[in-house]
C-alpha cells in the first residue's frame, strides 16, 4: 500500500529526530522530504531553492506512486490533498512543544551546534497558525499521532474517528490547546 507519512511540527520541535526514531520502527516511509537537509546538501544554503527541490520530489514520489514522507511545519500545506486523491494511505506524526520560547531555545541551541537556523519572526508566525494548519491536514489522514517533545518523545494522543484521544496521564497544554481548538 502507498503510504504517505507526514511529519509536522513547529521549527525546534524536533520533527527530524522524530524520523530519525520512526525509521528503525517502520518500514514504509520510503523516500524521506526534508527541505532542510536538501537546502544544506543540494540548494548550497538557499533555502528558496531547497523548498523546490523538496516540491519536486514530492511531485515525483506521487507520479511515481511510491511511500514518501515529509518533514513539515504544515505551512502551506496541500500535498495531502494530493495524496489523498492519488489513492494514498496518510499518517500523520505530530511533535509538539507548549511555548514558543522553547522552540526558539531549541533552535538557538541547534544554530550553536553548526545547524540551521530559522527567523524568529518566522517561528512566532507558524507557531500563531499551528492549530488551523492541524486541522486543515487531519480530514486527509487515515491516522495521526501526537508527541510531546519536552524531555523526549511521549506519545500524548491520537486521532480517531474524528476526534482527538488523549493518552497516558501526561497532559502538556499544547495538547490540551488543540483539543479545545478542534471541538470548537
Known amino acids: 500500500m ?21 525509521k528503525g520502527q517502520l518500514d514504509d516511509l520510503g523516500i524521506i522530504v526534508d527541505a532542510d537537509r536538501l537546502t544544506r546538501e543540494r540548494a548550497g544554503g538557499d533555502s528558496f531553492r531547497g523548498g523546490r527541490l ?6 515525483s514520489c506521487l507520479a511515481k506512486g511510491v511511500c514518501f514522507t515529509q518533514e513539515t511545519t504544515l505551512c502551506g500545506f496541500t500535498t495531502a490533498r494530493k495524496a489523498s486523491a492519488a489513492g494514498y494511505r496518510i499518517r ?25 537556523d530559522i527567523p524568529a519572526d518566522v517561528v512566532a508566525r507558524r507557531f ?15 491516522e495521526a499521532v501526537f508527541y510531546d517533545n519536552y524531555n523526549g518523545f511521549v506519545e500524548v494522543a491520537e486521532y480517531r474517528n474524528g476526534e482527538l484521544l488523549l493518552k497516558g496521564d501526561y497532559r502538556p497544554d499544547w495538547i490540551l490547546e488543540l483539543r479545545d481548538y478542534l471541538n470548537t
Do not use: M
Not at 8 to 14: E, K, L, M, R, S
Not at 54 to 59: C, D, L
Not at 95 to 114: F, K, M
Not at 128 to 142: N, T
Open 2 to 22: 502507498k503510504t504517505f507519512t507526514i511529519i509536522a511540527g513547529i521549527n525546534g520541535t524536533g520533527k527530524s529526530s522524530l524520523t530519525g526514531v520512526l
Open 54 to 59: 523538496a516540491v519536486e520530489r514530492i511531485r
Open 92 to 116: 500523520l506524526f505530530y511533535v509538539g512543544l507548549n511555548t514558543l520560547d522553547e522552540c526558539q531555545a531549541r533552535i538557538r541551541n541547534r544554530v550553536s551546534r553548526g545547524g540551521h
Open 128 to 142: 500563531a497558525r499551528r492549530w488551523p494548519a492541524v486541522a486543515e491536514v487531519l480530514p486527509y489522514c487515515d
